[in-house]
C-alpha cells in the first residue's frame, strides 16, 4: 500500500480567483514529493498566474484549452481522465462548482471533469456571500452526492473585503487532504488514542524539567491514522506543531495531567498508543515564588510520576496497546522487560541519541517487538513512513 503521493498521477484544476497563486504552491509540494501533475487550467485563471508557471514546476504542457494546438495536451481530457488517480481543483469557483453539478461542459476543465472516475477533491474559494448563497450550497451538496471530497474553506478577511468563509485552505492543507483522499480507509471506524510531545514538571513559576521530545513521531502516527480513516484523539504535551486537521486534541501540560486525560479517554477506543516522552519524575514540591539565584547550592527533591503505560496495561480490557521505549543501549532486554511487564501488543524500540533517529529529529530507526516474542528491526526512515509502517503492523492485530 502506498501512503504518498510519489509516482502518483494527479491532475491539479484550476479554475480564475486571486487564490490562484497558492495553487502554484500546492503543484510544488507535489512536484517535490515526486507526484506527476498534469494541470488544467480556465481561461479566467490565466489572468490570475500564466500557464508558464505551471508548466516550469509540472514539466508538462498545461491544458487551457479543448483545442490546444500542442501535441501532449489537444483533446486529452479522456486519457488524462483514464490515468488520472487523483483531482484536486483549487481554487473551486462558484461558477465551475456550478458547471460540475450540472453536467456542464463547455471548456477543457468542466469537460475533462465529466470523463473522470477517480477520486476527485474540489478546494472552494471565493467571497463570503457567494460561498453562503443558496445555490453555492445546493450544488456543493450536489457534489458531495456524486462522491466529490469537499474542503471546507477557510475563515478570515478575504481579498475582496468581507470576513467569514471563502478563503482557500493553506496548500499544506490541501496536500494533506489529497493524501487523505488517496489512502486506503483500512482503519475506518476504528478510534485511536495517542499521545505525544514531553511533559514539563514545574519547579517553580518559572522553571521546570522536561526533555527534547518535539511530538514529530506522535504526530505523524495520528496524521497517518486518519489518513487511513481512524477518528484520532490526540493527548499532546507542549510542543510547537500544528495539530492534524479532524484529530480531536487535549492539550496537557504534566504528566499527572497526561495520565488524567489517558485513564478518562482509554475506554472509548480500540487502540492506544503511547508515544509521549513522559516525566520519570517530577519536583517533590513546587515553589509558589519564583525561587531566587541568591539561594547557593539549590538542591530539588523529586519524586516518581504515575506510569501511565503501565496503568493503561493493567486496566486495558479488549484494546490493542502499542508503547515506545527511547533506549541509548541494550533495547532487547529493556524494550522486551516493559512489552511484558506493561502488558502491551507492541512495543516500538527507538533507538535515541543520534542526531537523524529519536528525538526532534524528521527521521527514525527502530526496533519493533511483539507480544508472540518475534522483532522486526527498522531501517532509517522519515517518520511520515514509520507512523505507516507501524500502523500495518497493527493493523492485522485488529479483531475482524
Ligand atoms: O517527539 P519526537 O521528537 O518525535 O521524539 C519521538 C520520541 C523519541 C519521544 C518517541 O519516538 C519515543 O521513543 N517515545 C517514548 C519516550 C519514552 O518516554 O520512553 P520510555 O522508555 O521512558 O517510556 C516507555 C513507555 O512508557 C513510553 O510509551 C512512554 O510513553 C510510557 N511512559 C513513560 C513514563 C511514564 N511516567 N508514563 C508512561 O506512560
Wanted: net charge neutral; glycine share 8%.
Amino acid at each position: 500500500m502506498t501512503y504518498t503521493v510519489q509516482g502518483r498521477h494527479l491532475v491539479l484544476g484550476v479554475c480564475g480567483g486571486i487564490a490562484a497563486y497558492k495553487s502554484v504552491e500546492l503543484l510544488r509540494l507535489l512536484m517535490k514529493e515526486n507526484a506527476s501533475v498534469r494541470v488544467v487550467m480556465t481561461a479566467n485563471a490565466a489572468h490570475f498566474v500564466g500557464p508558464m508557471t505551471f508548466e516550469a514546476l509540472s514539466r508538462k504542457t498545461v491544458c487551457r484549452t479543448l483545442f490546444e494546438t500542442s501535441d501532449e495536451a489537444a483533446v486529452q481530457h479522456i486519457h488524462w481522465a483514464q490515468e488520472a488517480e487523483a483531482v484536486v481543483i483549487a481554487p473551486a469557483t462558484a461558477n465551475m462548482i456550478g458547471k460540475l453539478a450540472g453536467g456542464i461542459a463547455d471548456d477543457a476543465l468542466s469537460t475533462f471533469m465529466l470523463a473522470v472516475a477517480c477520486p476527485v477533491l474540489v478546494c472552494p474559494a471565493m467571497n463570503t456571500h457567494m460561498y453562503e448563497s443558496k445555490a453555492v450550497q445546493r450544488n456543493l451538496q450536489r457534489l458531495k452526492e456524486y462522491g466529490y471530497a469537499v474542503l471546507e474553506p477557510g475563515a478570515g478577511e478575504l481579498a475582496c473585503g468581507t470576513t467569514g468563509p471563502g478563503r482557500l485552505p493553506e496548500p499544506a492543507i490541501i496536500f494533506d487532504a489529497l493524501l487523505d483522499l488517496l489512502a486506503p480507509k483500512d482503519f475506518s471506524g476504528r478510534r485511536v488514542l495517542i499521545t505525544a510531545g514531553p511533559t514539563r514538571e514545574a519547579i517553580d513559576p518559572v522553571r521546570f524539567i522536561t526533555n527534547p521530545s518535539s511530538g514529530k513521531m506522535g504526530y505523524a502516527i495520528a496524521r497517518a491514522a486518519l489518513m487511513r480513516g481512524a477518528q484520532v484523539t490526540l493527548v499532546s504535551g507542549p510542543s510547537a506543531l500544528t495539530p492534524p486537521l479532524n484529530a480531536r486534541v487535549l492539550q496537557v501540560t504534566s504528566a499527572s495531567e497526561m495520565a488524567a486525560a489517558v485513564l478518562a479517554e482509554m475506554d472509548r477506543h480500540d487502540i492506544v498508543i503511547k508515544t509521549a516522552a513522559v516525566a520519570d519524575f517530577r519536583p517533590a514540591s513546587v515553589s509558589d515564588l519564583k525561587i531566587k539565584k541568591e539561594q547557593a547550592g539549590l538542591s530539588i527533591q523529586l519524586e516518581r510520576t504515575q506510569d501511565i503505560l503501565k496503568a493503561v496495561g493493567e486496566r486495558k480490557q479488549n484494546q490493542i496497546l502499542v508503547g515506545f521505549a527511547a533506549e541509548t543501549h541494550d533495547m532487547d532486554a529493556f524494550a522486551t522487560e516493559k512489552l511484558k511487564a506493561k502488558n502491551l501488543d507492541m512495543i516500538v524500540g527507538n533507538i535515541v541519541g543520534g542526531a537523524d533517529a529519536g528525538f526532534n529529529a524528521d527521521t527514525n530507526r527502530a526496533i519493533v517487538y511483539f507480544k508472540n516474542g518475534t522483532r522486526e528491526q527498522v531501517d532509517l526512515m522519515a517518520k511520515t513512513d514509520l507512523a505507516h509502517l507501524l500502523l500495518d503492523r497493527i493493523a492485522v492485530m485488529i479483531p475482524a
